[in-house]
């Protein structure tokens, strides 16, 4: 007889960064029992980590692929010049989303699920320095027509490949999010993001460095490759 596959167990921070959300949105659909277009409520909790609820990911993903198109899928965005430039809470309202902080909640708490911006402004003062995000009209058209993880996606738009990184290059070297993922073995960034944001990297909790000057990645972490590749001989140990 064939064993019983167990199933794979998630928590609300890694469905929240599968499904565009955050956890808190996700402990809400499930104290809410939110129902989903066939009339389905959102899945029972099978388990705990400490105080955290653990849910079966496969019925999650389920419940989540008959769900009532959201909010944004049905928003039509008002006529704009797509070369215009809009900062964070512009762009949330443009995107029909009540809370205008919503896109800087989808940067700093799921990175890679929202699109760069285009335009980075230094502001402030040397000693009170901050940056001013802007989004092109046309990269949140482009994103609400593909954008990840939310019910039907108009175009399938394809994630650009992980770049080839040398394992043994300059140990010291900084290296961002897309080239730890190649060196720690995920197939996008994406998952990269998700199992950082789990907690299943923890040494690169710590960064190494942030970028400056460089355009778009602008305040992006970086971390060594020495330190990436201590993080891949741990995951391998665990395996």
């Known amino acids: 007889m064939t ?3 167990e199933p794979r167990l998630a928590d609300a921070a ?3 960064a599968e499904q565009g959300l955050t956890p808190a949105r996700i402990t809400g659909l499930y104290t809410g029992r939110a129902q989903n277009a066939a009339g389905e409520t ?34 039509t965005p008002p006529s704009r010049d797509p070369e215009e430039l809009l900062n964070a809470a512009e762009a949330s309202r443009y995107l029909g989303y009540k809370n205008s902080n919503q896109v800087t909640t989808f940067v700093h708490d799921h990175p ?9 402004e230094e502001k402030g003062t040397a000693e009170n320095p901050y940056r001013r995000q802007l989004w092109k009209v046309a990269t949140l058209q482009e994103w609400m027509a593909s954008r990840p993880g939310r019910g039907r996606r108009a175009i399938a738009k394809k994630a ?10 300059d140990p010291d070297e900084l290296l961002g999010a897309s080239q730890a993922a190649a060196l720690l ?20 909790k710590t960064t190494d460095g942030i970028a400056e000057n460089a355009g778009r990645q602008n305040g992006r972490r970086r971390w060594t490759r020495r330190r990436i590749l201590q993080q891949a001989a741990q995951r391998t140990k665990k395996k």
Do not use: C, M
């Open 3 to 5: 064993p019983r596959r």
């Open 14 to 16: 890694e469905i929240a």
């Open 42 to 75: 959102f899945p029972e909790p099978v388990d705990k980590r400490g105080r955290a609820r653990l849910w079966d990911h496969a019925k999650v993903t389920e419940w989540f692929a008959h769900r009532k198109p959201a909010r944004l899928t049905e928003h």
């Open 112 to 120: 890679g699920y929202f699109p760069d911006p285009d335009v980075v």
């Open 160 to 169: 650009p490949p992980l770049p080839d990184v040398p394992v043994d290059g």
């Open 185 to 204: 073995g995920y197939k996008s960034i994406g998952s990269f993001s998700s199992s950082l944001a789990q907690g299943n990297l923890p040494l690169l």
